[in-house]
């Protein structure tokens, strides 16, 4: 998900260019050029260990490591679920978004989305892929008094909830097969961590095009409906989520109403960013 200006900002070429710059006595600007060293390695290596970022900018482990806890304390890197190898942090997540959402996608987004709060009186979301989590980037907040609100900024493995798994279900078979070959977290009973229940629900997702989820991440009682939304290649780059109180959940005819909804505006949102429908 990563390329364009920050792929050509963190290029080879241009971090080489600016250590010649740097002279002996500017120690300070090497310091910044192996830091965006590492940083670029982390992006599109997805992930790093202490030897392998001392191998990429040529120092010792432990010079490694105390530029790498700079690096995580700055929030730019953090350390995986093993406690191992190291990965996108949440700042650089939330400015990865912010370039990404202030595009297109969030223009886009925003008449459709208020259409889903009027029409449903609840709250919605926008959710970004970025690398192998989605993340809350915009809402529409409900007018009711008890809603149900997500963090923006948060971000959530893709096999956790509704708006993970509306995109989980649209990415390439390998992409699936890597992902669902990793640890997956489980942070409520609800969770589903199972790879053969997940694969099984993202062919019903693929199905109906929508997702549902009750209580798989942070909120037992909230109940999530979400559909993709496509770029102008067809690639899956995010969600739209209606986030609602289970005691406000009608779990026949009107859940399926709702996902039929979002769906329509997420594909609204897709055909305005250039996406053809159905290959058309």
Same mark, same amino acid.
């Given at each position: 998900? /990563?390329?364009?200006?920050?792929?050509?900002?963190?290029? $080879?070429?241009?971090?080489?260019?600016?250590?010649?710059?740097?002279?002996? #006595?500017?120690?300070?600007?090497?310091?910044?050029? +192996? %830091?965006?060293?590492? =940083?670029?390695?982390?992006?599109?290596?997805?992930?790093?260990?202490?030897?392998?970022?001392?191998?990429?900018?040529?120092?010792? @482990?432990?010079?490694?490591?105390?530029? !790498?806890?700079?690096?995580?304390?700055?929030?730019?890197?953090?350390?995986?679920?093993?406690?191992?190898?190291? *990965?996108?942090?949440?700042? !650089?997540?939330?400015?990865?978004?912010?370039? =990404?959402?202030?595009?297109?996608? +969030? &223009?886009?987004?925003?008449?459709?989305?208020?259409?889903?709060?009027?029409?449903?009186? $609840?709250?919605?979301?926008?959710?970004?892929?970025?690398?192998?989590?989605?993340?809350?980037?915009? &809402?529409?907040?409900?007018?009711?008094?008890?809603?149900?609100?997500? @963090?923006?900024? *948060?971000?959530? @493995?893709?096999?956790?909830?509704?708006?993970?798994?509306?995109?989980?279900?649209?990415? #390439?078979?390998?992409?699936?097969?890597? !992902?669902?070959? *990793?640890?997956?977290?489980?942070?409520?009973?609800?969770? @589903?961590?199972?790879?053969?229940?997940?694969? %099984?629900? /993202?062919?019903?997702?693929?199905?109906?095009?929508?997702?549902?989820?009750?209580?798989?991440?942070?909120?037992? $009682? *909230?109940?999530?409906?979400?559909?993709?939304?496509?770029?102008?290649?067809?690639?899956?780059?995010?969600? !739209?989520?209606?986030?609602?109180?289970?005691?406000?959940?009608?779990?026949?005819?009107?859940?399926?109403?709702?996902?039929?909804?979002?769906?329509?505006?997420?594909?609204?949102?897709?055909?305005?960013?250039?996406?053809?429908?159905? #290959?058309?």
């Amino acid at each position: 998900m /990563l390329s364009g200006g920050l792929g050509d900002m963190l290029s $080879e070429d241009s971090l080489d260019h600016a250590e010649v710059e740097a002279g002996d #006595g500017q120690s300070t600007l090497i310091t910044v050029n +192996r %830091a965006l060293r590492l =940083l670029r390695t982390v992006v599109f290596e997805q992930g790093l260990s202490v030897r392998e970022a001392a191998r990429e900018i040529g120092t010792s @482990p432990s010079s490694a490591a105390r530029l !790498l806890r700079t690096l995580e304390h700055a929030g730019f890197i953090q350390r995986g679920g093993d406690g191992g190898r190291f *990965q996108l942090g949440s700042e !650089l997540r939330r400015m990865v978004a912010h370039i =990404l959402g202030t595009s297109d996608v +969030r &223009r886009a987004a925003l008449g459709p989305m208020r259409t889903l709060v009027d029409r449903w009186q $609840e709250t919605v979301t926008l959710c970004l892929r970025v690398g192998d989590t989605r993340l809350n980037f915009d &809402r529409v907040p409900s007018p009711r008094t008890v809603q149900c609100i997500l @963090p923006l900024g *948060q971000t959530m @493995p893709l096999h956790v909830g509704s708006s993970g798994r509306a995109i989980l279900a649209h990415m #390439g078979p390998a992409e699936v097969d890597r !992902l669902l070959s *990793q640890d997956l977290k489980a942070y409520t009973q609800k969770t @589903p961590t199972d790879p053969s229940v997940i694969r %099984a629900d /993202l062919v019903r997702v693929r199905e109906r095009g929508y997702a549902i989820s009750h209580g798989e991440g942070l909120d037992l $009682e *909230q109940v999530g409906v979400s559909a993709p939304i496509f770029d102008g290649t067809g690639t899956v780059i995010g969600s !739209l989520l209606v986030s609602i109180p289970s005691s406000r959940v009608s779990w026949t005819d009107g859940l399926i109403e709702m996902g039929h909804s979002v769906r329509e505006a997420a594909d609204e949102i897709s055909l305005q960013l250039g996406w053809i429908a159905n #290959g058309e």
